[in-house]
């Protein structure tokens, strides 16, 4: 409607519900192609399907803890009249279960909320920043202020937890190293107008070489390149919070790698909600995720690091809850995603180089012994889990297979579709409350930004 609001948008109808009902009716008048709903060939998929039984994990090395990681974030308008002023909050939680605990419970008839609470630890970073429509300084465009944000936080904001105590940039230069002995350097291109020498660049940060402009370690992220003066950068702000989550896995990995990895390391599943994968300009930290873990497994005793990620949402997803209520994948069942699944669900002809770009960890679908259907990715012992020749797809080159499915029969929750335990607390962490909570982030931002209105 033309009507303007205090906020600076236009006014909006009061009912919109019938909206959703005429986009739908438009659709199923119109032919097209949805992979998950077409399965054909059942029998052939069939033939992809492996029993739990190839996958028994052994009593004696069962896990006893998993560590979960999610995040979240936000953007909200701060000031009524400035509807073009967005800022952005950005955090990712941390959430530690005894699964020893946890398991007493579920033999109980009453749960104990006490013994629960015991059961789960928790940590949380958190990150804002003003993504639209305010700078850091006069003078500056929106990438570089983007660039002296993240520069600044992730030197300022730490993962504390037990003897760990580093900034963000500090797990970046681990990232970048190998276990035990953190990168000096690292390399970037500069993003100054008509240049993109190559740079190495300390933790201080350095003058590029060949056009003077001032280059940060953080500049490896390639953020900058993903935000524009126009529009809400949320797809900035979510690539920022993936590589938060990313380097909390990193720190508290570390932690355990370096200081029980004989005892808690090898009974821990650490858990990243979603993908092993790295997506947009910061994507090349997917091989530099391979390569760190793989090298802390070939210095781990037996098959550690223990690390899975779990889709909630997308086409496999999709595909996997169809294949389910057919029953073409049964309880205890897995599901091998070679390339001619993959071709399935990406409706593509050529997918042998498919996750080559993103993904550390391989896809399965897996339907837990009580019907839950989950999608884990998991990081191959060694080598690439996908890449331009078709990738790994043998469960047998996942030698972690095993322990990860056993923990996500062990761990179902009803708290959201298909959920498990550790992900549903580490989401509880994270997530940003509405209502309230969003007033209160609100008021923040204001204040930092000094437009808070004067007495």
Request: charged share 20%; with cysteine.
């Amino acid at each position: 409607m033309p009507y303007e609001t205090v906020a600076g948008s236009h006014e909006l109808a009061s009912r919109l519900g019938h909206s959703a009902a005429a986009v739908r009716a438009i659709a199923d008048n119109r032919t097209f192609h949805v992979p998950a709903e077409a399965l054909r060939d059942a029998d052939d998929i069939k033939m992809k399907v492996r029993p739990r039984s190839d996958f028994v994990f052994p009593d004696a090395k069962r896990l006893t803890a998993a560590l979960a990681i999610d995040g979240s974030y936000v953007v909200e308008r701060i000031r009524d009249g400035l509807p073009s002023v967005l800022y952005g909050f950005a955090q990712a939680a941390a959430a530690y279960v005894d699964l020893t605990i946890m398991e007493t419970q579920a033999a109980e008839r009453f749960v104990d909320p006490y013994e629960i609470e015991r059961a789960v630890n928790s940590a949380l970073v958190t990150l804002d920043l003003p993504v639209a429509g305010a700078y850091t300084r006069e003078g500056v465009g929106i990438a570089t202020s983007w660039r002296e944000a993240i520069d600044g936080l992730f030197r300022t904001k730490k993962v504390q937890v037990n003897r760990l105590d580093e900034s963000l940039l500090d797990l970046l230069f681990r990232l970048h190293g190998r276990p035990g002995e953190a990168a000096s350097r690292l390399p970037v291109n500069c993003p100054g107008d008509d240049c993109n020498a190559e740079v190495v660049v300390p933790s201080a940060g350095v003058e590029c070489i060949a056009c003077n402009e001032w280059l940060y370690p953080t500049d490896v992220l390639r953020i900058h390149e993903e935000v524009g003066e126009e529009g809400s950068n949320q797809s900035a702000l979510g690539r920022l919070m993936s590589v938060v989550e990313l380097l909390v896995l990193v720190g508290l990995a570390t932690l355990l790698w370096e200081q029980s990895r004989y005892e808690l390391m090898p009974r821990t599943l650490f858990i990243v909600d979603g993908p092993l994968a790295v997506y947009g300009p910061p994507a090349k930290l997917r091989g530099r995720a391979l390569e760190y873990f793989q090298a802390m497994n070939a210095g781990t005793s037996g098959d550690g690091p223990y690390l899975c990620g779990l889709e909630k949402t997308g086409a496999m997803v999709d595909f996997a809850r169809q294949l389910a209520r057919h029953d073409i994948v049964q309880p205890g069942e897995l599901l091998v995603c070679d390339h001619e699944i993959l071709a399935r669900v990406t409706n593509a002809t050529n997918v042998q180089a498919y996750g080559k770009e993103t993904y550390w960890g391989r896809k399965f679908i897996y339907r837990a012994l009580d019907g839950r259907v989950v999608v884990p990715t998991v990081m191959p012992a060694v080598g690439a889990p996908y890449d331009a020749n078709g990738g790994m797809p043998d469960p047998a080159d996942y030698p972690t297979l095993p322990a990860i499915l056993d923990v996500i029969d062990r761990t179902g929750s009803s708290m959201y579709v298909d959920g498990i335990i550790p992900v549903a607390a580490a989401h509880g962490k994270a997530a940003f409350p509405i209502g309230v909570g969003t007033d209160v982030l609100r008021l923040v931002a204001t204040q930092r930004l000094g437009l808070a209105p004067s007495n």
